[in-house]
């Protein structure tokens, strides 16, 4: 992503700086007062002829510029949902004519209301700016948005904090865009390995050879169908300066499926199509990553990547396989297209193996949870209920919205084995986003809190709240509210 500038000022904006201006964002309360605003008369005159009820406009200023004037209309109720969705429209109207710097005047708000629609509107602008890949011959051109200044009275802006979550953010999507032939497990690795060296990150790839010696049976099972042999699990780590043995940890585990034909189940053509984006857990864990190190947080982050493909071929798994994850457990394989939480049993198994203060996982994991949610919400569950008040309302807040399920033990009924110590999946499917969760539960190890977040949210046509593209990105922004504003680790102590 290019580098944008965020600054901030109380000062109140002048005519003369809208005049020099060739977009601007003018927010105010619903009942806006014209006389307090730049151009106020003409934009009163207009606004009376082309806003519809709460909804942001645009018209061009009959100034030599001809700035084009967005007026966002906003509510003192509304939800972050809302107002990420609200500062979306409008800074698609703003930048219709791509920019290098985007004006926002703030008019007549409380303070927390301007303060949240600041922070709002540089997430939707920076979202935007993301070039996801595109292979047409003239592609579309660049963002050329270089600065975003915000004024007036309660314009502030944490620039730190959101340029590292839409940088996050950003590469989530890029690489949950790109297609199968382009990041096979083999080239995922590589970017990683090349992001890492770039960050100075730590970089550790548990390959096939390496696997084997570990009895990771779950995660070679699925990656036994494909020829390129290139598929394993990345290990990123960042380490805070100072960092000591007993510095706590957390573990980000991410499903990284570079593409799922279903295996042997194989998927009809309008269920395959799109499988490529089966990679947004992995890519949400590495963001997250991102963010989090750009942040200089005072703990560790290691993100564990499970890289694989799920291929159909003479040496594919099949139903009544029987295998072992690393820790020994042996499972049942029912349906070839539930891998995905075959890879994250032995990802997870390594993961707490070091006992990290807590593990969340991310992962586009079973069609049950989109059924029951849609795409405008992801699922989550957790080892902790006592958290799910809190989980939940972190997801209000972010305005990456959550929803839990239920995670009784006697759901574990449905994945009794008489051949194995545990069934991959119930053959009927019933709740199978519940029995997915109690299944990886399995091979959390050392008591460790974890937390699962089943991406029904990953991609969602015309995108999800702030973000325009199809490619949501989903998690980063509700995992860094949920570290460093709800302060989680603290509370687990």
Not at 244 to 259: M, Q, S
Not at 412 to 434: F, M, N, Y
Not at 446 to 469: C, E, F, M, Q, Y
Request: glycine share 8%; aromatic share 6%.
């Amino acid at each position: 992503m290019t580098a944008i500038e965020l600054r901030a000022s109380e000062s109140p904006l002048t005519e003369a700086q809208v005049d020099a201006a060739l977009a601007w964002i003018l927010v105010t309360p619903e009942q806006p007062r014209w006389r307090d605003v730049p151009h106020g008369a003409t934009l009163g005159v207009r606004h009376a002829r082309l806003a519809a009820a709460g909804e942001a406009w645009a018209t061009d200023l009959p100034n030599r510029r001809s700035t084009r004037a967005v007026h966002a209309p906003l509510s003192e109720h509304l939800t972050p949902f809302e107002l990420l969705g609200a500062a979306r429209r409008a800074v698609e109207l703003a930048l219709e004519t791509n920019p290098r710097e985007l004006v926002v005047s703030v008019h007549g708000c409380g303070r927390q209301l301007a303060a949240a629609a600041c922070e709002a509107l540089a997430s939707a602008a920076l979202a935007r700016s993301v070039a996801l890949p595109v292979a047409k011959r003239t592609p579309p051109p660049p963002s050329k948005l270089a600065r975003i200044r915000f004024l007036g009275r309660g314009a502030r802006i944490d620039a730190r904090r959101v340029l590292a979550e839409a940088e996050g953010n950003g590469l989530a999507r890029q690489l949950a865009a790109l297609p199968p032939n382009e990041l096979t497990p083999g080239r995922y690795r590589e970017r990683v390995a090349a992001v890492a060296a770039e960050r100075g990150l730590r970089f550790d790839f548990h390959d096939l050879a390496a696997l084997r010696r570990r009895g990771a049976g779950a995660f070679l099972a699925v990656a036994q169908g494909s020829t390129g042999g290139d598929a394993g699990i990345a290990h990123v780590s960042y380490r805070p300066r100072g960092a000591r043995r007993d510095t706590p940890r957390v573990a980000l585990v991410g499903k990284g499926l570079c593409h799922d034909t279903g295996g042997v189940n194989l998927k009809p053509a309008r269920a395959m199509f799109g499988m490529h984006q089966d990679t947004a857990g992995s890519a949400v864990a590495l963001g997250t990553l991102l963010a989090l190190q750009a942040l200089e947080v005072p703990f560790v982050v290691d993100a564990w990547l499970a890289l694989a493909a799920n291929h159909i071929g003479p040496d594919a798994y099949q139903p009544n396989d029987i295998v072992k994850a690393a820790d020994g457990t042996s499972i049942e394989v029912v349906h070839t297209d539930a891998e995905g939480r075959l890879v994250l049993a032995d990802t997870l198994l390594l993961a707490t193996a070091g006992k990290p203060a807590l593990t969340i996982d991310y992962a586009t994991l079973t069609g049950a949870c989109i059924h029951a949610l849609g795409k405008a919400y992801s699922g989550i569950f957790t080892n902790r209920p006592a958290l799910l008040p809190l989980l939940t309302a972190t997801g209000q807040l972010s305005g990456e919205r959550v929803w839990p399920f239920p995670f009784d033990a006697d759901y574990d009924k449905a994945l009794d084995s008489p051949v194995a110590d545990i069934r991959q999946c119930a053959a009927d499917g019933e709740a199978d986003h519940i029995l997915a969760a109690r299944f990886l539960s399995r091979f959390v190890q050392n008591g460790t809190p974890w937390i699962h977040l089943d991406l029904a949210s990953a991609n969602r046509k015309g995108g999800l709240a702030h973000v325009a593209s199809d490619e949501t990105g989903f998690g980063v922004r509700y995992t860094c509210r949920l570290l460093l504003d709800q302060k989680l680790l603290e509370r687990l102590d």
